[in-house]
Nanobody, 124 residues
Framework: QVQVVESGGGLVQPGGSLRLSCTAS????????MGWYRQNPGKERELVAA???????NYRDSVKGRFTISRDNNKNTAYLQMNGLKPEDTAVYYC??????????????????WGQGTQVTVSS
């Protein structure tokens, strides 16, 4: 089994910074991609930033230049550095990991795993 655990959320004033961390653990053969999503009540979960195992990253337009995703592949960990936070960044942030595990000795399977979410609140 694979577990994904996030940490680092909290309350911050507008213009402030937070760093989220996400670690995947368990029976992992490899991690293809890790990403951060966010969701507010009654709204769709939206992709904030994602990073592939080859090092490419992508961001939604509203966070470009303010948020940075990074990975430590040796630790199966992804980070989201959030600077210049705005009230509209308030949401529950979820980590997603696309993980390959060995189903059998010769068969790899890939699936998404999600963390439990961490609340980020930007307010004065």
């Amino acid at each position: 089994q694979v577990q994904v655990v996030e940490s680092g959320g909290g309350l911050v004033q507008p213009g402030g910074s937070l760093r989220l961390s996400c670690t995947a653990s368990g029976n992992i053969a490899s991690i293809d991609a890790m990403g951060w999503y966010r969701q507010n009540p009654g709204k769709e979960r939206e992709l904030v930033a994602a990073s592939t195992s080859s090092g490419t990253s992508n961001y939604r337009d509203s966070v470009k230049g303010r948020f940075t995703i990074s990975r430590d592949n040796n630790k199966n960990t992804a980070y989201l550095q959030m600077n210049g936070l705005k009230p509209e960044d308030t949401a529950v942030y979820y980590c997603n990991a696309v993980v390959r595990t060995w189903a059998t000795q010769l068969k790899l399977v890939s699936r998404d795993y999600w963390g439990q979410g961490t609340q980020v609140t930007v307010s004065s």
